[in-house]
């Protein structure tokens, strides 16, 4: 896996953003084992929970075209804030579902970065499991 490279296509999609509101700029980019590259953005409404944040298209966006967690090799999220941001809770249940535990996730805001995984981020995760 090239982190850079990763992180770089992140920051295409940070481009795209839509964030009228919160002016909070997010973006993503998920790495398959095969080396292609899905971007997300967050994208805004003013009716707040129509809204979607950057992780979840990138990774909304792979499984839409036919891939799911065995074939992710890692997503990189980037901001456009001050200090490293972080999947929020809603993100963090759905990354527990669609990621493998251990698949890297690389936070990133230019200049600081953090390698992590969705164990790390969401230990107690609710899950299929829980429905039996």
Do not use: W
Not at 72 to 79: K, L, P, R, Y
Not at 96 to 111: C, R, V
């Amino acid at each position: 896996m090239n982190k850079e490279e990763l992180i770089k296509k992140a920051f295409e999609g940070l481009k795209h953003a839509y964030a009228p509101y919160s002016k909070y700029q997010v973006g993503a980019c998920v790495l398959t084992k095969d080396g292609k590259y899905f971007l997300g953005c967050n994208i805004e409404n003013a009716a707040y929970p129509s809204g979607v944040c950057g992780e979840r298209v990138a990774v909304f966006n792979a499984y839409a075209n036919g891939y799911n967690k065995d074939s992710i090799e890692a997503i990189a999220i980037v901001t456009s804030g001050k200090r490293i941001g972080t999947p929020c809770g809603m993100c963090r249940q759905a990354l527990s579902e669609l990621l493998n535990a251990d698949t890297p996730i690389i936070l990133s805001n230019g200049e600081d970065e953090m390698i992590t995984n969705i164990s790390e981020l969401l230990p107690y995760n609710f899950s299929s499991e829980d429905l039996d």
